[in-house]
């Protein structure tokens, strides 16, 4: 398998295609949700604090973002992206933000965890949140989210800095 690190520490791009045994054990994900979101469409953005989730788009194409949301990490608020085809999988660590933008009709995105957490335990960003700032491969309509699912809330409620996420897009 090959493994890519990302700049969001934790957060790592696999290719099960290559042959080396050197990634992670995957078999502990027996968790599986698969979602078909229309083209152009975000799944996301989601976290989870004490779960990992290995992201996989199995049919068609997608635009996958990491962001993170560990208040006690050096990298907060740094946001990563990668599209997804195929075999390959993003494995996102436990209180890290993601979220897939289908850009294919037809695509299938695959969440995997270890347990299956209630809709409680998740919390969640509104995609197009303007101090996120997240670039979306394809165009979206301009939307002004609610306060309940905003990068604010979600800071204040961690305790975290508040203010816009202020770091540079890396790709991977």
């Not at 491969?137 to 800095?161: E, F, M, N, V, Y």
């Amino acid at each position: 398998m090959d493994v890519v690190r990302t700049v969001v520490p934790g957060a790592l791009l696999l290719d099960p295609t290559v042959a080396d045994t050197s990634g992670p054990d995957l078999t502990a994900f027996t968790v599986r949700r698969r979602r078909r979101p229309a083209r152009d469409a975000v799944l996301g953005l989601f976290g989870h604090p004490g779960d990992a989730v290995l992201l996989g788009v199995p049919r068609g194409s997608g635009y996958a973002v990491v962001i993170d949301a560990r208040p006690d990490a050096d990298t907060f608020g740094r946001l990563a992206v990668a599209l997804l085809e195929g075999p390959q999988r993003l494995l996102v660590p436990p209180g890290c933000l993601y979220g897939v933008q289908s850009v294919a009709s037809g695509t299938v995105v695959e969440l995997r965890s270890t347990t299956r957490l209630p809709r409680r335990a998740r919390f969640d960003v509104h995609p197009d949140d303007p101090d996120l700032a997240v670039r979306w491969l394809r165009p979206r309509p301009a939307r002004t989210p609610g306060t309940a699912r905003s990068w604010a809330a979600l800071t204040a409620r961690l305790g975290a800095p508040a203010g816009p996420r202020r770091d540079r897009v890396s790709l991977w």
